[in-house]
């Protein structure tokens, strides 16, 4: 993987068909997505289940460019081997699911992967400070994590920000997950983020045999962020 500030779209596959997540990742790849947002949940952590990591390595072998894995669980570092064995490029962790987030970090880097960290929409941009030499990915909830299709919460904009001045120079990739849309996609592109995941913008209207929307969507949402950075589109 190499790092650049562009405008990446990161399709969650939880809007997706799950009897169906070969075909949807490929499918949506040749759509014009940059990256699969795979969102694994334990029911604990937050309140739903997904799928663990022999679902992310049976779709692995579907997906071209980067399997970028959102692990919602408590405990996560006893799976982190799983998970990165299992072909994630990168794997994150969310600051409030346990209490020792640079072993964590420094565990995923150990097996190989981008080390990323979420943060809840109530916890403060802050709480990567310390850790921000050693991560290569902060992820920003923009709707509390569990569900998708929810609501924007556009507090969040101000924690962007933050972030991207806290971050500097480092090669430090700023996403944000959660109510992604064409419209407040450039809120976020234009506060410093570059990975947006988007699961119902993305999906919505399409399917493997009419794959089309999928790229209007994803065309839709690049356009509305590239254009709040000063990208000619
Ligand atoms: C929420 C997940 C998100 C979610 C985004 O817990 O982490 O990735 O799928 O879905 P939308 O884009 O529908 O808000
Ligand atoms: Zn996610």
Redesign the pocket.
Known sequence: MTFDRSIKIAP?I??ADFANFGAECATVEEQGADWI?V?V?DGHF?PNITFGPATCAAIRPHIKGVMDV?L?IAPADPYLAEFAKAGADVLTVHAEAGPHLHRSVQMIRDLGCKAGVALNPATPANAVEYVLDRIDLICV?T?N??????SFIDSQIEKVRQLRAMIGDRPIHIEI????TPTTAPLMAAAGADVL??????FKGGSVTNPAPYGENIRAIRAAAEKATGVLV
Do not use: E, I, T
């Not at 995941?197 to 993305?202: C, R």
């Open positions: 969650s939880l809007a947002h969102d949940m937050v959102h919602m909830m709707v994590p569990g569900f998708g299709g929810q997950d959660g109510g992604m995941v988007a699961g119902s913008a993305v």
